[in-house]
């Protein structure tokens, strides 16, 4: 079954850190590129980091650069975004998305991070 399911999402106090998940089938986590994107209500959806499945090479948004960190565990087929020295924000739904053969483009269902005190 093709899915990618996120969570770990909740609230956090700002300065604090957060890890959200995306679980995936293996045809999506084979994907070439795997991403975070977030979201808040009324704005488009906003890219915030990137990794690259054959070589890891990872990419971040400048809104959080040294602070998030995205990765991949291949033995669970999961894609992890470990949000450190979290700021209000950055409260969003944050979702994974992945691009497998053909440029076909596969999405979570998004995961709620707030980020308040």
């Known amino acids: 079954q093709v899915q990618l399911v996120e969570s770990g999402g909740g609230l956090v106090q700002p300065g604090r850190s957060l890890r959200v998940s995306c679980a995936a089938s293996a045809y999506t986590f084979s994907g070439s590129v795997m991403s975070w994107y977030r979201q808040t209500p009324g704005t488009e959806r906003e890219w915030v980091a990137s990794i690259l499945t054959v070589t890891s090479r990872t990419n971040y948004a400048d809104s959080v650069k040294g602070r998030f960190t995205i990765y991949r565990y291949s033995t669970k087929n999961t894609l992890y975004l470990q949000m450190n020295s979290l700021k209000p924000e950055d409260t969003a739904v944050y979702y994974c998305?992945?691009?497998?053969?053909?440029?076909?483009?596969?999405w979570g269902q998004g995961t709620q991070v707030t980020v308040s005190s």
């Open positions: 998305k992945s691009i497998v053969s053909g440029g076909v483009v596969y």
